[in-house]
């Protein structure tokens, strides 16, 4: 389905499977997904702000608020 789309974008479907297959990235893959499960992380989006975790879709104000927070410490 990921190369179908690729292509339909007018990227090169081959060059895109070619890349996938070789698994060039999967060691840095791995590696976030494990920092993830480390820090607690269990869906999309999470966000960290100075060490503070934020989960899911939030306004504006919220990210204003923690960012101010983070920024008087």
Do not use: K, Y
């Not at 869906?43 to 104000?61: C, D, M, S, Y």
């Amino acid at each position: 389905m990921l190369i179908t789309f690729a292509e339909e974008q007018g990227l090169d479907g081959e060059e895109l499977r070619a890349c996938v297959s070789a698994d060039r990235f999967n060691d840095r893959m791995e590696l976030g997904l494990a920092e993830g499960t480390r820090l607690g992380v269990n869906g999309t989006p999470t966000f960290f702000i100075n060490g503070r975790r934020l989960v899911g879709a939030q306004p504006f104000e919220v990210f204003e608020q923690l960012i101010a927070e983070a920024t008087q410490e």
